[in-house]
């Protein structure tokens, strides 16, 4: 930020100047401002001010929100026609930049629209999917209009705040919107360098290392003892996951880092590395709004190309729809998800890869899990807010999936479909018309043909209203195996009761453990792993221009 003093701030797009006290105006059908002012060091290390000069002759041709804090009545979106910056150093002394920016007023906030020009087809793919088309204007933008057939709302939470996600863009259609010059950059994607600075335009000198790709909802930079290190933003917190990169051989420490396109909208970020012989490259794009890093991955020589877990975690869908995610959340809630809009096959790390090819698109993120309602999913100090019928049942460490202890029943060979389900105490509070996914590992030495979850929904007086069924399929023998029940909380629901089903009279052999027993609100509609693969298939490039209201 500029330095302190008395001085005001002039902010154009991302970068920050040092108010001056003059702007030369003219009027006429173009009406242009021209302003211009010093940077100097000190007070600035030698290091910023540099880096502020080539961030302002970065500008020229852009279109961007200006503001003045000093003279607010100026602000509004410009065109920025000239730029010139001197740099004068009196060596181990003081180091300066004159600068100046002439700009052609666009309009002010209440006389202009920004169109967003969605351009180009959706990504070919050999999956036959028509993807979804969707945009994610600035966070503070108003006014959204798309013509005659209005789109679908998200809202996404991130570490800029709440940013909203239009689904169902009609075709051949440029949507218009308003928004305030100060507010225009709120859920920007910025490219960061090791120091924390944002990177402004494109021709650029830049590290190899310590850099940041983020949107406030999802972020890439270097790995920690992998390629890439991919973080995703949820219930408040980022969480991490280390992916490796491969052609032919993991490819860790690149040479060369490089900036093709540097917009709020819209960021991509080339690497490049040695290759004996030729070379490597990898472009990571990323989006205003979206919850996916974008990636293309491409070679000289042909050879296996694949993007996957640094720490292994097994894929559950097939590589057949266009993407894997990960069987189970992990010990944070959430799930990895990754896939291409070609033909590939699921890493067994988790990922994807292709064979004999030079090229490889992907794209990596999470499907992140919603906050558990229930307490005592674990069974790791009681069986406290569960219990059995059918059979005798309570805390084990027998046998765990995760920690050291699963509840276990043992049916007493009688009763038709022993279980395992939440006491009414231990039942959460639902909402009626809400959706609520149940989850859990389920285990038995000996199995059994048939098993599933089940949703009990309860009303105010613990009354069963109906029981919600999950898919029925074999428990193998021995194996640990993912169950999952998905429906939505009828009327005068007040409670839901998860519970683990052992349908048949089953003989007292044959012994159920349960696991993680979890549930949550389902994910959102926009959210799930085939929705993101949809918002992958249909990115369309998009190209930001003020018209007149």
Known sequence: MPESGGWGTLTVGRLALREVFKVSESGGEKRTLSVSGQEASPPLTRQQLVDRHDDLLALEGSVLPVTFEDKPERNGFYLVTGVTADLTEWKNEVLLSDWKLDLTRAGTENETDLQSRLTGAVRQNDFSLTGERWHAPPIGHYGYFT???????????????????????????????????SAYMAGRVRFTTSTGREVTGTDRLLAATGWSLSNGLVSVGPGSGSTLAVQSYAGGSWFTKQWNVTAGSVLTGWDSASLLRNEPE????????????????????????????????????????????????????????GYVSAASEDADGNAFLAGSARTFTGHADGGVTRSSTTSLDFFLGLVGGQPVLNANPYFETDASGWTASGGTGGRSTDFAHLGVASYKLTP???????????????????????????????????????????????????????????????????????????????????????????????????????????LRTAVPSGEAATDLRNQYIASLPEAVYPVRR
């Open 412 to 518: 007493d060979g009688v009763t038709a479909t022993p279980l395992i389900s939440m006491t009414a105490t231990g039942s959460p509070a639902v909402t009626v018309g809400q959706s609520y996914t149940g989850t859990g590992w389920l285990y038995s030495p000996a199995g059994h043909g048939t098993v599933n979850l089940a949703i009990d929904w309860l009303d105010v007086s613990n009354a069963n209203l109906l029981t919600s069924q999950g898919t029925v399929s074999a428990l193998g023998a021995g194996l640990w195996t993912f169950y999952s029940v998905t429906a939505t909380a009828p009327s005068n629901a007040v409670k839901a009761s998860l519970k683990a089903r052992l349908p048949g009279t089953p003989a007292s052999s044959v012994v159920l453990y349960a696991d993680e027993m979890k």
């Open 266 to 321: 819209h960021v991509i970020v080339r690497l490049v590395k040695s290759s004996v012989p030729g070379r490597v490259t990898l472009d990571l794009s990323l989006r205003r709004g979206s919850r996916l890093i974008e990636g293309f991955l491409k070679t000289g020589a042909s050879s296996t190309l694949s993007v996957s877990l640094a720490t292994p975690e097994g894929p559950t869908s097939t590589a057949s729809s």
């Open 147 to 181: 013509g005659s057939t209005a789109p679908s709302i998200l809202t996404r939470t991130g570490a800029d705040g709440a940013i909203t996600v239009y689904r169902g863009i009609p075709a051949n259609v440029s949507p218009r919107w308003g928004c305030s010059p």
